[in-house]
């Protein structure tokens, strides 16, 4: 399985709202609604904030909403905060598991 | 609570073996996969593999196949990632995560803090 694919980075402005892509293929992304995807601020441990492409984790805020089309999947964060700055990896499970490169998350 | 409490830092030399821990609390050891995630200085997420303590079925990332081991101790709670022969480029930090395969569709849930392991040449 080859890395799914992100943009390096993307950036907003408080208040707005910005989604990160995430394209894999038809044999992972697009098979299976197992993609999730993960916040890491620096100097800390990934955090899951959606499974299975739209669901969230108790405690995570319902600013964030996952959704999928095809073999591509997104995250859209809603009302942009500044401690929405960080790093966001997607994954999909296709009978092992497979990160993308990761984006970059900057709040102007 | 479930928590995955890693070994501290490391500092070794090219060549020299390295053992690091994950010491996992909060909930039955032997029911979920563990993951060993390294990431570059810099750099995304790789699996390395993946290891259930259950059974000791271990499935590695074909990148790493071969150049670490995983194993687990049921009696302690441990899963550990072994090198051999560390090279200078297995500079990195390295989280253990357990994969939740029935209530979050395979997904990490939990994860340790991390290891720093640097490795000069």
């Known amino acids: 399985q080859s890395a799914l694919t992100q943009p390096a980075s993307v950036s907003g402005s408080p208040g707005q709202s910005i989604t990160i892509s995430c394209t894999g293929t038809s044999s992972d992304v697009g098979s299976y609604n197992l993609v999730s995807w993960y916040q890491q601020h620096p100097g800390q441990a990934p955090k899951l904030i959606i499974y299975?492409?739209?669901k969230r984790p108790s405690g995570v805020s319902n600013r964030f909403s996952g959704s999928k089309s095809g073999d591509a999947a997104a995250l859209t964060i809603s009302g942009l905060l500044a401690d929405d700055e960080a790093d966001y990896y997607c994954c999909s499970y296709a009978g092992s598991n497979v990160f993308g490169g990761g984006t970059k998350l900057t709040v102007l | 609570e479930v928590q995955l409490v890693q070994s501290g830092a490391e500092v070794k030399k090219a060549g020299e073996s390295l053992k690091i821990s994950c010491k996992v609390s909060?909930?039955?050891?032997?029911?979920?996969?563990i993951a060993w995630v390294r990431q570059a200085p810099g750099k995304g997420l790789e699996c390395m593999g993946i290891i259930h303590p259950g059974d000791s079925n271990i499935r590695y990332s074909p990148s790493f196949q071969g150049q670490v081991t995983m194993s687990a101790d049921k009696s302690t709670t441990t899963a550990y990632l072994h090198w051999s022969s560390l090279k200078a480029s297995d500079t990195a930090m390295y989280y253990c995560?357990?994969?939740?395969?029935?209530?979050?569709?395979?997904?990490?849930?939990?994860w340790g803090q991390g290891t720093l392991i640097t490795v000069s040449s």
């Open positions: 909060g909930y039955t050891f032997t029911t979920y996969w």
């Open positions: 995560a357990r994969r939740d395969d029935f209530w979050s569709g395979y997904a990490f849930d939990h």
């Open positions: 299975e492409v739209n």
